[in-house]
């Protein structure tokens, strides 16, 4: 199982960029899935999260600007980000707690991590 995020590169304050994040690897269920970042110097922290459900949570930081989503049918995520900011820079990582394939369960996933730059 592996997990692929596509979708960062640099944008001007205000600006908008959409993250995608896919599953790969014979999945038969995932359960919730989310977007982290880390910006330099910092901890990785939570941006979004979505349960298989689609019932969503987001920190204080990004409400109102950013929205996760998904296509189950597709094992995929997805973060708008709309009027970003100077300080959302960071390196973007997608996350699975728990995915099972037809074979295996397996714990802790995440993605190799996208870079988003916001600088003017």
């Known amino acids: 199982v592996q997990l692929q995020a596509s979708g960062g590169g640099s944008v001007q304050p205000g600006g908008s960029l959409r993250l995608s994040c896919a599953a790969s690897g014979n999945i038969a269920e995932i359960r919730s899935m989310g977007w982290y970042r880390q910006a330099p110097g910092k901890q990785r922290e939570l941006v979004a999260s979505?349960?298989?459900?689609?019932?969503?949570n987001y920190a204080d930081s990004v409400k109102g600007r950013f929205t996760i989503s998904r296509n189950n049918a597709k094992s995929t995520i997805y973060l708008q980000m709309d009027s970003l900011k100077l300080e959302d820079t960071a390196v973007y990582y997608c996350?699975?707690?728990?995915?099972?394939?037809?074979?295996?369960?397996?714990?802790?996933?995440w993605g190799q991590g996208t870079l988003v730059t916001v600088s003017s």
């Open positions: 979505i349960t298989s459900g689609g019932h969503t």
């Open positions: 996350n699975a707690p728990y995915i099972a394939t037809m074979v295996t369960v397996g714990y802790d996933y």
